[in-house]
């Protein structure tokens, strides 16, 4: 089983800079990906960016230029560090890792971390 703790969501004004953290812990695949999701209400979770174990990025449309994702492989940690947040990006953020083991596809989530930019 994996576990994915969140930290470093809040409350930020309009242009200010937030810096997520998740911690993976278990049985997690050397070959994997992490990476951040975030949902509107009513709407369906859509990702933000994430990276690879060997350091590829994607990036959405709209996180690109604005935040920056990094992992620390041994700790099982990623980092999304968000500037230039807009009330746009107010939603609440979730950590996910995913591979592939044996033929077999595992996809694990946090609990999600609210994040509310204000005017």
């Known amino acids: 089983q994996v576990q994915l703790v969140e930290s470093g969501g809040g409350l930020v004004q309009a242009g200010g800079s937030l810096r997520l953290s998740c911690v993976a812990s278990?049985?997690?695949?050397?070959?994997?990906?992490m990476g951040w999701y975030r949902q509107f209400p009513e709407k369906q979770r859509e990702l933000v960016a994430q990276v690879t174990s060997d350091g590829n990025t994607l990036y959405a449309g709209s996180a690109k230029g604005r935040f920056t994702i990094s992992r620390d492989n041994p700790k099982n940690t990623v980092l999304l560090q968000m500037n230039d947040l807009k009330p746009e990006d107010t939603a609440v953020y979730y950590c996910n890792v995913h591979f592939r083991k044996m033929a077999q596809y595992y996809d694990y989530w946090g609990q999600g971390t609210q994040v509310t930019v204000s005017i």
């Open positions: 278990g049985s997690i695949f050397g070959s994997n990906t």
